[in-house]
């Protein structure tokens, strides 16, 4: 049963455009919620994260957006980049999982220059 | 600088032998953790160590063992019992993990290594 859900596996937009990655989940107990950036063969890095009691985080380029009623939170990059062309996991953790992450199964972003 | 180290990037083994992946932090942080990453898959834990001698299974734990000795060093043993070894597998590492049932539990960001690509033949 998957807990955090990614459901679009691809994204591609334009350089200088909007790109908005969603993410949804099942479990009421989460209250924290982050997104990561994977480049192939790395490491995820941490790119912004939000807790529940926020319904929005901005960290220059990034601004994480929660929506607790839908169980819903999107990650926006603008203006976007072809440096930003990544996969980008969403996880989400707390009472509900035992305080452990659980990640979606991500989104591939393709910024077109 | 502060950072999470695995070893090696690469790692090749014949079907049927152990081996061990490598992780060290410097972040002087009291939790770690291991996932696993196959293609289309999101990152799936399989052990994770919220203090110096203890450690506790994750999702996807049989095959695999861990220890915890240093606060520093979290090595993973693929063992030969492992049916599909061969993934990317990721070291975390974060700040410290709240103990569940524990008033003023929270979840910590988590910092990753660089993984290591594990390939049995």
């Known amino acids: 049963d998957q807990q955090v859900k990614q459901n679009s596996p691809s994204l591609s937009v334009q350089e200088g455009r909007i790109s908005i990655l969603n993410c949804d989940y099942t479990n009421s107990m989460f209250d924290y919620f982050l997104w990561y950036k994977k480049y192939p063969a790395e490491g995820p890095t941490f790119l912004i994260s939000?807790?529940?009691?926020?319904d929005k985080n901005e960290d220059g380029r990034f601004t994480v957006f929660l929506n607790k009623s839908a169980k819903h939170l999107s990650l926006h990059i603008v203006p976007s980049q072809p440096g930003d062309s990544a996969v980008y996991f969403c996880a989400a953790g707390g009472r509900g999982s035992n305080y452990k992450l659980t990640f979606g199964k991500g989104t591939l972003l393709t910024v077109n220059p | 600088d502060g950072g999470i180290t695995q070893s090696p990037k690469y790692l090749f083994r014949k079907e049927g032998q152990n081996v061990t992946l490598s992780c060290e932090q410097n972040?002087?942080?009291?939790?770690m953790y291991w996932y696993r990453q196959d293609p289309g898959q999101g990152l799936r834990l399989i052990y994770y160590s919220q203090i110096v001698n203890d450690f506790q299974k994750g999702d996807i734990a049989e095959g695999y063992s861990v220890s915890r000795e240093k606060k520093e060093s979290f090595p993973l043993t693929v063992t030969s019992a492992q049916k599909n070894p061969t993934a990317f597998y990721l070291c975390?590492?974060?700040?410290?993990?709240?103990?569940?049932?524990?008033?003023?539990?929270?979840?910590?960001?988590?910092?990753f290594g660089p993984g290591t690509r594990l390939t049995v033949l």
């Open positions: 972040l002087n942080h009291d939790a």
């Open positions: 975390a590492s974060s700040i410290e993990a709240a103990i569940p049932g524990l008033a003023g539990g929270r979840t910590d960001t988590q910092y």
């Open positions: 939000i807790s529940s009691i926020k």
